[in-house]
């Protein structure tokens, strides 16, 4: 028993947010076996785990309580799913790119999940795009970094940036987008583009474009860049905002943008 105890304390210390397929793999027990939740009932009772949900469970520190110890939202997301990959605003934050602190966080699986709501947090799996998942590419542009000892994936900032500007809804709208993007010191352009080709979207490649174009000196955008990227371009023009309100027309990219964006009226002043 004194090996068993010794052993669920190294575990916790190594797993401050865990799943019980994770406690199961480290103690070699198979589905179904009992021990994994005698292991974890015992250890409930010692005041030493908090559940979050059925199969995801935090270790609470010493001196701290299960509602009062902290529990890492990034590390949490991440064990949402077993496919889980960090996205949109969330991967913005782990990257170093963050602007605002957000209390929803994201992340890719390849299949539906049930939204995640603990203490004042909100998780969101947001379905991997279908071109990924159809070519089984669904951690393409992704990077493994490390968050409280234990390593976690994450879309890189090139696949990030196509994606944020997809879906900027995600990412708390477009001036907190452009914001965040804003503080990526480079990217690779080659990295963006197989991402684009990989996806296969001409809207995608409008509004890359369109943003690259805006942000020319920033990211020492090469014209022969924008050239590949408007050959891509929709046929014919495409709202950027999802609702559909107003907006101005850019001709070279056959794109509807909200005059905000347009003129990053954010910015004034």
Known sequence: MASKNKDILVFLEQHPVFTM???RGYFSLPEGARGASDILLHNK???RIGAVKEGVYYVVRPGSKPATTHVDPFLLCSKLAPD???AFHTALEILGFGHSVFNTH??????FRPEVRFRHDRFRAVLTPYKLRKQSLEFFGTERVERLGQKIVVTGKERTLVEVLERPQYCGGFEETYRCLGKMPYFQPEIVLEYLELRNHKSLYARVGFFLEQHREDFHTE????VQLEHNKPT???YWSLHRKGGVLV???NLIVPNAVRERSWEEG
């Open 21 to 23: 397929s994770e406690l």
């Open 45 to 47: 009772k010692m005041g």
């Open 84 to 86: 889980a990959v960090l």
């Open 106 to 111: 994201y992340c890719f699986s390849n299949r």
């Open 223 to 226: 014209e022969s860049l924008l």
């Open 236 to 238: 014919q023009p495409i």
């Open 251 to 253: 001709n070279r990219w």
